[in-house]
């Protein structure tokens, strides 16, 4: 039996050695799910499937005569070497050549599921509730052993030192966290007493951050009466949850300074508007001291007398206006009176003219006068009496 005995290193490079010849090129396909370009130059990325993972290093260069820059997600076929690193016994696959084999299945499931869910309104802007000014209490859904809650907790205390916050827990990362997340988020609605949620975690690579992909996490969220705030990974990750949250932070950091208010500003503006309220309360009380300094009493008898002047005054102007209407009107009467007797007839016959008549009526014309009728000639002053001797 200790023909067969090893130790560690001498069993990893019998291993190498039989990687060396078996497997001395591979061609694998799947989807890249992190990379990390080193300073070095080197990138070290995980390539897996809906089963497996494998880890994989591309030299610097190797790297460098890539036309193209890899993306997690992408679905590629690398070619290589597999190797063991004897350090920590970890089988990686060197890669000699990488290409692209189309979008990789996680990515194309999740530009489906981003389409479907933007038609049915979940990331409509018109949806998204304001974040209230001063909330009674914060709710924080995420790991409590993470990160992001001791970002948040040191930024709330340094805000507003005792702020109340209601932490919901939950997994932030693995096959249960969708689940948890969206329960998280339900139960800190239904305790009723916060009334804005966080919810999210920090950084990581995408599959690191895929939860707050899932349709559970994304519907929790855009059903949520209270609003919510997004709070997944750095700046630069965006997630659906992202899009569905009432407003996107970009770190648990910044999350915790949107949703708590600053004390100081606070006490700073208190203490401005009060100052404001006692200047413009002083303005007041001058103005209504003037106003009572200028008010003098008066005796009754005084104000007495001094009504009935008024009344003296009156019965004069009432007195003016009414002669100065009795001479328009006399004025318009004597205009009037004019304008008639120029109309009138007995004006006419001042002026010389006689009025000739017959049984009554005046004459215009000699039509219907015979020889021998009788006339009446009305003067000015007086009347005659003729008889017709001949017409023309």
Not at 197 to 220: K, M, T
Not at 280 to 304: F, N
Not at 351 to 370: E, F
Request: with cysteine; charged share 25%.
């Amino acid at each position: 039996m200790e023909d067969h005995l090893y130790t560690v290193s001498s069993l990893t490079r019998a291993l190498q050695k039989l990687l060396e010849t078996d497997f001395s090129t591979v061609h694998v396909k799947g989807e890249l799910g992190r990379i990390t370009r080193h300073r070095s130059g080197h990138w070290y990325m995980v390539i897996k499937d809906q089963r497996a993972v494998l880890n994989a290093v591309m030299f610097r260069g190797m790297n460098r005569r890539l036309s193209w820059s890899p993306a997690v997600g992408d679905l590629v076929v690398a070619s290589g070497n597999l190797d063991i690193y004897p350090p920590n016994g970890q089988y990686n696959l060197v890669i000699r050549q990488l290409r692209k084999a189309g979008l990789g299945d996680m990515q194309a499931r999740l530009e489906a599921l981003k389409k479907r869910l933007a038609a049915q309104g979940l990331f409509d802007p018109r949806r998204k509730k304001p974040l209230p000014d001063f909330p009674r209490a914060i709710g924080v859904a995420t790991s409590p052993t993470g990160a992001a809650f001791r970002d948040i907790m040191r930024v709330v205390h340094e805000r507003f030192p005792g702020f109340p916050m209601v932490l919901s827990p939950c997994r932030v990362q693995g096959t249960e966290a969708a689940d948890e997340i969206a329960t998280a988020i339900q139960r800190l609605h239904r305790h009723g007493r916060a009334d804005v949620i966080i919810v999210g975690r920090g950084g990581g690579s995408a599959e690191d951050l895929w939860a707050f992909n899932e349709e559970r996490v994304v519907r929790a969220i855009a059903d949520c009466p209270v609003p919510v705030v997004s709070a997944v990974g750095h700046e630069v990750d965006v997630t659906l949850s992202d899009l569905a949250a009432d407003l996107r932070a970009a770190t648990p950091s910044h999350a915790a300074e949107l949703v708590v208010p600053d004390r100081n500003l606070l006490r700073r503006n208190i203490r401005e508007l009060a100052q404001r309220l006692l200047q413009a309360s002083r303005r007041q009380v001058e103005i209504r001291r003037t106003g009572l300094a200028s008010l003098k009493l008066k005796h009754p008898r005084r104000r007495i007398e001094e009504a009935r002047i008024r009344c003296d005054e009156a019965e004069i102007r009432l007195g003016q206006s009414m002669d100065r209407n009795i001479a328009a009107e006399r004025a318009r009467l004597a205009q009037l009176s004019g304008r008639l007797r120029a109309l009138s007839p007995l004006a006419v016959l001042e002026r010389g003219y006689a009025i000739a008549m017959k049984d009554g009526k005046a004459l215009r014309n000699t039509t219907g006068i015979q020889r021998g009728d009788a006339l009446s000639i009305r003067l000015a002053k007086g009347e005659l009496q003729a008889t017709v001797n001949e017409t023309a």
